[in-house]
């Protein structure tokens, strides 16, 4: 879907549109790294409350059952602390790929309706032939947006 992305009619074909292109990525990295720092903050602050309160007396940062005792010895509880927190950190960064990855594909249908909206009110010359590209790009818009269903 990305490399859709990388063909007519949807790359730049001018300086204006190339504006347009570049605020939108801009922005998609903006949201991309914000909720990546969002969802890194929510993990160590629960690492840091779990480790502050409830380590020393053996409390998991989740309710969990286990074929064994973890408060049999230090040793099994913290491994089976390092086993949460491992999933943890890979849950997040799951929710983070897959979040920011429809928001990203959203901003980039945002980004080609805005260039589509710029080539009609900067139509020159042969006026048929660019109305025809226009009418071309905005169905293309639309079977993009369809693909991720």
């Avoid at 990388?6 to 903006?30: C, M, Q, S, T």
């Avoid at 660019?130 to 790009?137: F, N, R, Y």
Wanted: glycine fraction near 6%; include cysteine; hydrophobic fraction near 45%.
């Amino acid at each position: 879907m990305l490399d859709l992305l990388k063909n007519k009619p949807f790359v730049p074909e001018n300086n204006g549109e190339g504006e347009i292109h570049a605020r939108y990525d801009n922005l998609i990295e903006k949201v991309s790294v914000g909720y990546t720092i969002q969802v890194t903050f929510c993990v160590f602050s629960l690492l840091g409350t779990t480790l502050m309160g409830d380590f020393q007396s053996k409390k998991l940062m989740f309710r969990a059952w286990f074929p064994f005792d973890i408060t049999s010895s230090w040793f099994a509880f913290s491994m089976t602390f390092l086993y949460q927190f491992v999933g943890l950190v890979i849950i997040s960064n799951g929710v983070c790929i897959f979040d920011t990855l429809f928001a990203g594909l959203l901003l980039h249908i945002c980004c080609q309706l805005e260039m589509l909206v710029y080539r009609l009110h900067n139509i020159e010359g042969n006026e048929i032939q660019s109305i025809k590209h226009c009418v071309w790009h905005h169905n293309k818009i639309f079977r993009l947006r369809e693909k991720p269903n």
